[in-house]
Nanobody, 123 residues
Protein backbone atom coordinates (compact mmCIF):
# COMPACT_ATOMS: atom_id res chain seq x y z
CA UNK A 1 0.00 0.00 0.00
CA UNK A 2 1.34 3.41 -0.95
CA UNK A 3 2.37 5.59 1.95
CA UNK A 4 3.89 9.04 2.04
CA UNK A 5 4.69 10.53 5.44
CA UNK A 6 5.64 14.17 5.81
CA UNK A 7 7.54 15.66 8.73
CA UNK A 8 9.52 18.75 9.64
CA UNK A 9 6.80 21.36 9.79
CA UNK A 10 6.56 23.86 12.62
CA UNK A 11 6.32 27.51 13.59
CA UNK A 12 9.06 29.97 12.70
CA UNK A 13 9.50 33.70 12.42
CA UNK A 14 9.82 35.42 9.10
CA UNK A 15 13.30 34.99 7.68
CA UNK A 16 13.73 31.61 9.31
CA UNK A 17 14.23 28.18 7.78
CA UNK A 18 12.64 24.76 7.88
CA UNK A 19 13.36 21.49 6.15
CA UNK A 20 10.47 19.24 5.30
CA UNK A 21 10.88 15.51 4.69
CA UNK A 22 8.63 13.06 2.91
CA UNK A 23 9.35 9.39 3.54
CA UNK A 24 8.02 7.12 0.79
CA UNK A 25 7.50 3.45 1.63
CA UNK A 26 8.49 0.37 -0.38
CA UNK A 27 5.53 0.84 -2.71
CA UNK A 28 7.56 3.60 -4.33
CA UNK A 29 10.67 1.47 -4.84
CA UNK A 30 10.57 2.19 -8.57
CA UNK A 31 11.08 5.67 -9.92
CA UNK A 32 8.30 8.13 -9.21
CA UNK A 33 7.92 11.81 -9.88
CA UNK A 34 7.36 13.64 -6.61
CA UNK A 35 6.39 17.12 -5.52
CA UNK A 36 5.48 19.43 -2.67
CA UNK A 37 2.20 21.27 -2.59
CA UNK A 38 0.75 23.66 -0.02
CA UNK A 39 -2.64 24.94 0.93
CA UNK A 40 -3.32 28.03 2.98
CA UNK A 41 -6.65 28.48 4.77
CA UNK A 42 -9.32 29.60 2.35
CA UNK A 43 -7.06 29.14 -0.66
CA UNK A 44 -6.64 26.49 -3.29
CA UNK A 45 -3.82 24.01 -3.14
CA UNK A 46 -0.80 25.12 -5.13
CA UNK A 47 2.32 23.40 -6.38
CA UNK A 48 5.53 24.50 -4.71
CA UNK A 49 8.28 22.33 -6.20
CA UNK A 50 8.59 19.10 -8.14
CA UNK A 51 11.28 16.49 -8.80
CA UNK A 52 10.74 14.15 -11.71
CA UNK A 53 12.31 10.76 -12.41
CA UNK A 54 15.20 12.36 -14.29
CA UNK A 55 15.98 14.69 -11.42
CA UNK A 56 14.58 17.73 -13.16
CA UNK A 57 13.23 20.25 -10.68
CA UNK A 58 10.52 22.86 -11.11
CA UNK A 59 9.63 25.66 -8.72
CA UNK A 60 6.72 28.02 -8.29
CA UNK A 61 7.77 31.60 -8.97
CA UNK A 62 6.87 32.56 -5.42
CA UNK A 63 9.55 30.26 -3.93
CA UNK A 64 12.35 30.41 -6.51
CA UNK A 65 15.67 31.26 -4.90
CA UNK A 66 14.34 30.46 -1.40
CA UNK A 67 13.25 26.81 -1.54
CA UNK A 68 15.22 23.80 -2.71
CA UNK A 69 13.75 20.38 -3.47
CA UNK A 70 15.97 17.32 -3.33
CA UNK A 71 15.68 13.55 -3.05
CA UNK A 72 17.67 10.82 -1.40
CA UNK A 73 17.05 7.94 -3.79
CA UNK A 74 18.63 5.33 -1.52
CA UNK A 75 16.41 6.21 1.41
CA UNK A 76 13.48 7.22 -0.81
CA UNK A 77 13.02 10.52 1.03
CA UNK A 78 12.00 13.77 -0.62
CA UNK A 79 13.13 17.01 1.01
CA UNK A 80 12.12 20.63 0.82
CA UNK A 81 14.61 23.10 2.26
CA UNK A 82 12.81 26.37 2.91
CA UNK A 83 14.85 29.49 3.61
CA UNK A 84 13.92 33.16 4.04
CA UNK A 85 10.42 32.13 4.99
CA UNK A 86 7.61 34.66 4.68
CA UNK A 87 4.19 34.78 6.37
CA UNK A 88 2.64 33.99 2.99
CA UNK A 89 4.43 30.64 3.05
CA UNK A 90 2.12 29.56 5.86
CA UNK A 91 -0.01 26.53 5.08
CA UNK A 92 -0.31 22.79 5.13
CA UNK A 93 2.42 21.24 3.04
CA UNK A 94 1.74 17.99 1.22
CA UNK A 95 3.98 15.50 -0.48
CA UNK A 96 2.70 13.89 -3.68
CA UNK A 97 3.93 11.15 -6.00
CA UNK A 98 3.04 9.63 -9.33
CA UNK A 99 4.45 6.93 -11.59
CA UNK A 100 4.69 9.39 -14.48
CA UNK A 101 8.23 9.90 -15.74
CA UNK A 102 7.73 13.65 -15.85
CA UNK A 103 5.41 15.70 -13.71
CA UNK A 104 5.14 19.34 -12.74
CA UNK A 105 3.18 21.49 -10.33
CA UNK A 106 -0.40 20.62 -11.18
CA UNK A 107 -2.12 18.53 -8.55
CA UNK A 108 -4.04 16.46 -11.13
CA UNK A 109 -0.68 14.96 -12.18
CA UNK A 110 -0.32 13.12 -8.87
CA UNK A 111 -2.27 10.18 -7.58
CA UNK A 112 -0.60 9.53 -4.22
CA UNK A 113 -0.70 12.06 -1.37
CA UNK A 114 0.54 12.32 2.18
CA UNK A 115 -1.40 13.68 5.14
CA UNK A 116 0.51 16.94 5.30
CA UNK A 117 2.64 18.87 7.77
CA UNK A 118 1.78 22.36 8.99
CA UNK A 119 4.11 25.31 8.42
CA UNK A 120 3.37 28.58 10.18
CA UNK A 121 5.47 31.69 9.59
CA UNK A 122 4.88 34.67 11.84
CA UNK A 123 5.84 38.26 11.04
Amino acid sequence: QAQLVESGGGSVQAGGSLRLSCAANEYFRNKYSMAWFRQAPGKEREGVASYDTEGTTTYANSVKGRFTISKDNEKNILYLQMNSLKPEDTGMYYCAADAALWAGLSDYEYIHWGQGTQVTVSS
